[in-house]
């Protein structure tokens, strides 16, 4: 087990003039469990790929423990990954699968055959060791591709969007087992996903990229809480983030009729005459009357103990849309007209020009 | 898990069973019609061996006289072209199970040396990446152009300025009989390759990329790689080249005639079939029995690889 560096890793694909992954800088700590997280095309799994040594690194460096392994081969790294489509051989059993990569390394048969049942029993594959793959289902070829990478005890689990081809039930009871299974045994892990969830349910710590740039690293909570910028703000949290810009007025920022009172600190940052607010569908109060932004319903979502309102608004001749959580038993009704004002304690601002964050601390975190 | 705002109803365009091209075509293809031209085509392929087939149980007068198709009318049954063809030996060529055995000594190791230096080449081409790779791949494939019957007068001159003499000094040195198998293998060899580049890196290229990632990520350097998992995933690719080469080598005269020095120490059976005939052709009835001769290998050959022709070898590595 050890630790991962990123030191300013840079992954330039030839014919290209942006790199895939600029300058990246990252520490995973020994034995923590890190998700790297964006959209598709921020250039996650190029990082990964550049741990694993599938990916060449253009420029800095990337450390397992103290051992540089910028220019070591794949199969020196004693690193397991776990693909996407899980790439198990098809010409090889379950077991084989599982002890390919021990049979390599010349371990016995006798250890060879004990430590792939033991991973096999962790996993609930006893029954299958003698299968070909194509024999198995989904969620069982995901299990052998965790499998692989177990049996090996290697000195960091690599995961590629590991969960994307189960459905989603099956998805939602994999992360909890996967992250569990993380826990018991230990072992660094770097696990890429596109979904937020995945990441806020599963990781340690999230890393999220977009463009090749890394924008933010933090507890799930810090992220949620705290997000740096606009995108950050936008990404993560289902619902996302309402997102829009507001004029700054005397003691506060403009809010419809009404006025949300912000820190003085968090103005004093900006002498911009609007900033963007970010309120998320939790941290806002829905009245049928009185002062605050006036929103037209369009639909809301059942979700049981909760439901989503989701309408539009017009701030300065711009629509805006809407996302509010309301109780699931009392809520409005599609075709209303409603007034929303934010949680004080609660908005997150941003410079509008520059999308980074005004609110210098945590509001919620006090 | 992000949930889209306004539900929009999707306008869903399921295409009704057979109303798209590619089922239009299969229903065409299994129609009756085409079941009943194709058979017709298939009876009318196999009307000359069937035809063949018949003449080599006939005597000769009748083979020269009339059709196979007259067999009714004149009747007539005898194994004298087989006893001919298999048993028949002159002071110059021995019978003809030394040519089979000859035969077999250049067509087996004449498959094995293409394939294997192929199917490196094709995993080299199709999964290392190396300067100039995609111009030398097609340089190869554009031997292929180059007709065999062009190299034969160079490759020749090679083979007796240079093989031959240094065969001879390491034959003499060692105190073995050496034959001219070499020439015809390296010749077979050097004849096969473009083509067997260019099938295997098409077949190998299209293993998922992830599969191998994960073998080198297990540890596997290149001929690890290479030998537990490109070889028995490439069976069916390897196994109907081997088919088509051997078959060729098999089959082949030119090249064992030029090669072969013209003795009987390397010719191969069909070497041994044209002389069959006679110096001025005139025993051509004999033919009729060589070819089925002849033919005994290629079939048992092509039964027994046929079944690692099977599709969906790759089932069940990646989703999907």
Known sequence: MASVTFDKATRLYPGSTRPAVDALDLDVADGEFLVLVGPSGCGKSTSLRMLAGLEEINDGRVLIGDRDVTDVPPKDRDIAMVFQNY???????????????????????????????????????????????????????????????????????????????????????????????????????????????????????????????????????????????????????????????????????????????????????????KVTIGVRPEDVKVATSGAGLPVNVDVVEELGADGYLYGHSEIDGKRVDIVVRVDGRNHPSAGDKVFITPEPDHIHAFDTETGLRLTKKAIEAK | MTSTPVAAPIDTDVARPGTTKTARVKKRLTSRGATIVSLIIAVLWTLPTFGLFISSFRPEEEIKGNGWWTIFANPGFTLDNYS????????????LGEYFVNSLAIA?????????????????????????????????????????????????????????PFQESVGDALNIPTSNYLQIWIAHTIFALPLAIFLLHNFISEIPGEVIEAARVDGASHGQVFLRIIIPLAIPALASFAIFQFLWVWNDLLVALIFSGGTSEAAPLTQRLAELTGSRGQEWQRLTAAAFVSLVVPLIVFFSLQRYFVRGLLAGSTKG
Do not use: C
């Not at chain 2, 001919?84 to 019978?95: I, K, N, R, T």
């Open chain 1, 87 to 273: 790439a198990l051989y098809p010409h090889m059993t379950v077991a084989e699968n599982m002890g390919f990569a021990l049979k390599i390394a010349g371990v016995s048969k006798d250890e060879r055959a004990t430590r792939v049942l033991e991973a096999a029993r962790l996993l609930d594959l006893e029954p299958y060791l003698g299968r070909k793959p194509k024999a198995l289902s989904g969620g069982q070829r995901q299990r052998v591709a965790m499998g692989r990478a177990i049996v090996r005890q290697p000195q960091v689990f690599l995961m590629d969007e590991p969960l994307s081809n189960l459905d989603a039930k099956l998805r939602v009871q994999t992360r909890t087992q996967i992250a569990s299974l993380q826990r018991r045994l230990g072992v660094t892990t770097v696990y890429v996903t596109h979904d937020q969830t995945e990441a806020l349910t599963m990781g340690d710590r999230i890393a999220v990229l977009k463009d090749g740039v890394l924008q933010q690293v933090g507890t799930p909570r810090d992220l949620y809480a705290a997000p740096v910028n606009v995108f950050v703000a936008g990404f993560i949290g289902s619902p996302a983030m309402n997102l829009f810009d507001v004029d700054v007025v005397d003691g506060g920022l403009k809010f419809g009729t009404a006025v949300a009172k912000v820190d003085r600190e968090t103005l004093g940052a900006t002498k911009a005459k």
């Open chain 2, 108 to 164: 087996i190791p004449a498959t094995i040396f293409p394939l294997v230096l192929a199917a490196m080449a094709a995993y080299a081409f199709a999964w290392i990446k190396f300067r100039g790779s995609g111009a030398l791949f097609v340089f190869i494939f554009a031997l292929q152009i180059v007709p065999l019957q062009l190299a034969l007068i160079p490759l020749l001159q090679i083979f007796s300025g240079i093989l031959q």
């Open chain 2, 84 to 95: 001919e063809v298999l048993l028949s030996s002159s002071a110059s060529s021995p019978q």
